[in-house]
């Protein structure tokens, strides 16, 4: 069985599935479905997830399987993402807890807080 386009070979233009049919009672459904956000990835994409879920997300792990280095294969990561319309890192809110970790830092040398609500409050945004 091959796999579905997602991609016309004419004119590059969205293919898009109208009819399903029921391998085992030959059932047919008409309409048109859409086949979800990995439909658009390469077959070597879609393998490489696989193995990402089937090594529960560790890329250590997946260096021995593939025999490839930790950047090669978090570039291949990347590639994945970016296939998938994000941004690596794109929601990664560590830049937020640098910015709250700066103001209060600023905070206590401007004697607003004091030293035990500086902790408190770093220790808080840490755990977020």
């Not at 393998?47 to 890329?59: A, P, Q």
């Not at 994000?86 to 830092?105: A, T, V, Y």
């Amino acid at each position: 069985m091959h796999p579905i386009l997602n991609e016309c070979p004419i004119c590059n233009g969205e293919i898009i599935a109208t009819e399903l049919e029921c391998r085992h009672c030959d059932t047919k459904i008409q309409g048109r479905f859409y086949a979800g956000p990995f439909a658009g990835l390469s077959l070597e994409q879609l393998d490489f997830i696989e193995m990402f879920v089937r090594n529960e997300g560790k890329i250590t792990r997946m260096q021995s399987e593939m025999e490839l280095s930790y950047p090669t294969i978090r570039n291949r990561l990347h590639e994945v993402i970016r296939a998938l319309g994000f941004e690596p890192g794109g929601d990664d809110p560590s830049h937020l807890h640098g910015d709250l970790r700066k103001q209060i830092l600023e905070d206590l040398e401007e004697g607003k807080i004091d030293y035990d609500q500086a902790m408190h409050l770093l220790k808080e945004s840490e755990a977020e």
